[in-house]
């Protein structure tokens, strides 16, 4: 997979690209990321990528002429999906990192500022991906988050150790709790099932307990999640009594 960023602040993301999974995703050549300064698609002395907004009112817009250089000149021999990171996006979402994760090209667009002249968003771009209800200063940090969920579910990107089987939302469900050495600590011990060396017994414990804290913590995902006749029976069993 090639992903290209087109961002004021590569400075920002740079950095995160050199360490962990993502690192290693690109050194195996299964993943080329390259971080572009949207100043270097401009065609003035002064490399201008804003101005004003028309009819007024505070803060600048991302011109369209260095956006579309920037576009066109990336995705020349290939067609990219061009995202653009804005909070009024697609939600964010583990199943959209995966469909993500089987594309060839990704062209990512990082606003700052009020945003991108709305042009750029009727021609160019494919589809709008927010992080989530809030907004930040840039889509710098925006794009790393999308980079990173996208980069460790890639093919071979994870080893065994880091398998992302079981993590939060790969069933819908949130991960189970999780404990390594030592057996106590603080007076706080292992769950009995976890010690029992029984494979059978782990993966009940495993599976209600993810059961439990999603219902706990996300119990809306509980509603996309085919509960078995056991499932149910285990959930009731954990309300508190009347
Ligand atoms: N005026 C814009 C609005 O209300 O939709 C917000 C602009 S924001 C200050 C500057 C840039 O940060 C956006 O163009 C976008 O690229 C990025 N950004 C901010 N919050 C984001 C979020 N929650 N998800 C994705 N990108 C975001």
Redesign the pocket.
């Known amino acids: 997979m090639r992903i290209d960023v087109i961002a004021l602040f590569p400075e920002i993301i740079l950095p995160a690209l050199q360490v962990g999974i993502l690192k290693r995703t690109q050194d195996a050549g299964n993943l080329t990321i390259n971080v572009h300064n949207l100043r270097d698609f401009t065609a003035d002395r002064h490399q201008t990528v804003d101005d004003y907004p028309y009819g007024g009112g505070a ?1 600048m817009i ?1 011109k369209p002429e260095p956006l579309f250089t920037a576009v066109r000149t990336l995705s020349r021999d290939s067609t990219a999906r061009v995202i ?6 697609t939600p ?1 979402t583990q199943s959209l990192a995966e469909a993500l994760s089987l594309e060839s090209h990704l062209l990512l ?8 002249d709305e042009r750029v968003r009727m021609k160019l771009v494919t589809n709008e ?11 710098e ?3 790393l988050v999308l980079i990173d969920a996208v980069g460790r579910v890639l093919p071979r990107a994870l080893g065994d150790y880091e398998s992302a089987q079981g993590d939060s939302f790969s069933q819908e469900l949130l991960d189970h709790p999780h404990y390594t050495r030592p057996a106590e600590f603080e007076g706080m011990t292992v769950p009995e099932a976890l010690l029992s060396g029984n494979h059978e017994k782990i993966t009940e414990w495993r599976h209600e307990q993810s059961l439990k804290r999603t219902a706990e913590q996300r119990p809306e995902l509980l509603e996309k999640y085919q509960l078995t006749e056991e499932d149910i029976a285990y959930l009731d069993s954990q309300k508190p009594e009347r």
């Open positions: 803060g991302m653009y990171l804005t909070p009024q996006g964010f667009i990082c606003g700052r500022y009020k945003g991108i991906i927010s992080i989530g209800d809030y907004v930040l200063s840039g889509g940090i925006p794009a």
